[in-house]
């Protein structure tokens, strides 16, 4: 996960700093990219395909390391692809103050559920805008 997260925030640094002609060379490359963390399985599963069928209880096991959860993941990685969605609409978080590690979080089986949803349309949206 942390490598999806990391080519994903590469290509929308990639994106910001290009300029306008070289912009269109780009957007195949992180619309790509956001399919593969997203939709595509390549070398590696996709979120929507990893999450089918994952129940809240298989979602939150932990090994006996400090390890993070698949659920605690998906927070982390949901948390943050909210922000980074509203950064590409064009909303201000340069004075975000967060401790990252209240986005790891734990869910009931509703919130779950809720979360996994979530994500997934995050991730629809950020596609759509990379897309246009």
């Not at 080519?7 to 619309?31: H, M, W, Y």
């Not at 096991?61 to 949901?78: C, P």
Request: glycine share 4%.
């Amino acid at each position: 996960m942390k490598r999806i997260c990391s080519i994903f925030f590469l290509g929308l640094f990639v994106l910001g700093c290009a300029e306008q002609d070289k912009e269109s060379n780009l957007r195949p490359l992180l619309t790509a990219q956001l399919k593969s963390a997203h939709t595509d399985q390549n070398w590696f599963v996709p979120t929507k395909l990893a999450l089918v069928g994952l129940s809240a209880k298989q979602a939150m096991w932990k090994d006996s390391t400090e390890n993070h959860s698949i659920a605690e993941l998906v927070s982390h990685i949901g948390y943050w692809n909210n922000v980074y969605l509203k950064v590409l609409g064009g909303e201000d978080f340069s004075d975000l103050d967060i401790d990252n590690e209240k986005t790891f979080e734990v869910y009931s089986d509703k919130e779950w559920e809720n979360i996994t949803i979530k994500l997934d349309s995050v991730q629809t949206e950020m596609k759509r805008i990379v897309e246009k």
